[in-house]
Nanobody, 123 residues
Framework: QVQVVESGGGLVQFGGSLRLSCTAS????????MGWFRQAPGKEREFVAA???????TFADSVKGRFTASRDNAKNTMYLQMISLKPEDTAVYYC?????????????????WGQGTQVTVSS
């Protein structure tokens, strides 16, 4: 049974920073991609960032230059460093893992999801 657990959300002021963590356990495949999605109230879930097993990453245009992603395969953990946060970044952030090793943007490509962590940016 794969479990995906996010942490690190919270309340931050405009221009502030946060680091989200995502730890996965129980994967059958030894190589897998990890991704972050977010959902704001009244909006659909959207792609934020993804990182493949080799470390290659891709980001949504709205966060490029402000968010960076990294992973520690030995700890089965992915990190999302967020800087210069804006009120429009406010959302529940979900981590997901894919049985495929390459970074991908499509939510349908991910097999396991966490429960989400709230990020709130005040203006």
């Amino acid at each position: 049974q794969v479990q995906v657990v996010e942490s690190g959300g919270g309340l931050v002021q405009f221009g502030g920073s946060l680091r989200l963590s995502c730890t996965a356990s129980g994967h059958t495949y030894s190589t897998y991609a990890m991704g972050w999605f977010r959902q704001a109230p009244g909006k659909e879930r959207e792609f934020v960032a993804a990182i493949g097993w080799s470390g290659s990453s891709t980001f949504a245009d709205s966060v490029k230059g402000r968010f960076t992603a990294s992973r520690d395969n030995a700890k089965n953990t992915m990190y999302l460093q967020m800087i210069s946060l804006k009120p429009e970044d406010t959302a529940v952030y979900y981590c997901a893992t894919s049985n495929r090793p390459w970074a991908t943007r499509g939510a349908g490509e991910y097999d396991y999801w966490g429960q989400g962590t709230q990020v709130t940016v005040s203006s």
